[in-house]
């Protein structure tokens, strides 16, 4: 598949995903509207690392999360940027299908796309913790990821990533 064919795939992929998102619940639709701020999952540009920083702030349902994963691939893509900075700490779980979407489709475009180091704050869930080991264990290689304590310590990690 040509580059160009590749970026008209996940323009129509995330045009598809925003309607879903929009429409399933009251909190999509805020997402939806402002990434930025949210009860889902704030996305923002961290120029201090510089990164792509994710704040999780509630359960999120498959669409919703494809719907986050896209938008920071996004802004990875647009602002040139190599690192992902996230705060898991309300992240109660990624689902089995998402988790697989994640290393298997995620992640390998996020590489292409320049994707080289992120850094995250553990969720405080079980099974949020065993969600993020296993994308993590499986990840592609070329992404250095940790996961830490708290978010100085992953912050402080991920400015250290030279790229």
């Known amino acids: ?50 990164c792509v920083m994710l704040v999780w702030g509630r359960y999120a349902t498959s669409a919703q999360l494809r719907f986050v994963q896209e938008c920071a691939l996004d802004l990875l893509r ?8 996230g705060d898991d700490s309300a992240l109660a779980v990624i689902p089995a299908d998402d988790q697989t979407w994640l290393r298997e489709d995620w992640l390998p475009r ?25 994308v993590m264990s499986r990840a592609p290689r070329g992404i250095a990821m940790r996961s830490f304590e708290n978010l100085d310590e992953a912050k402080a990690w991920l400015q250290t990533v030279q790229i």
Do not use: Y
Not at 23 to 41: F, K, M, Q, Y
Not at 78 to 85: D, P, Q, V
């Open 1 to 50: 598949m040509t580059d160009g064919a590749a970026a008209g795939r996940e323009t129509e992929f995330l045009r598809q995903l925003t309607e879903v998102v929009r429409t399933e619940s009251s909190d999509g639709a805020r997402l939806v509207a402002n990434i930025a701020d949210n009860p889902i999952c704030r996305i923002s540009v961290d120029a201090a690392i510089p």
């Open 78 to 85: 647009r602002n040139a940027l190599h690192k992902i900075l």
């Open 110 to 134: 996020a590489l292409s796309g320049g994707l080289k180091a992120v850094a995250s704050k553990c969720p405080n869930g079980f099974f949020g913790k065993q969600s993020v080991a296993n």
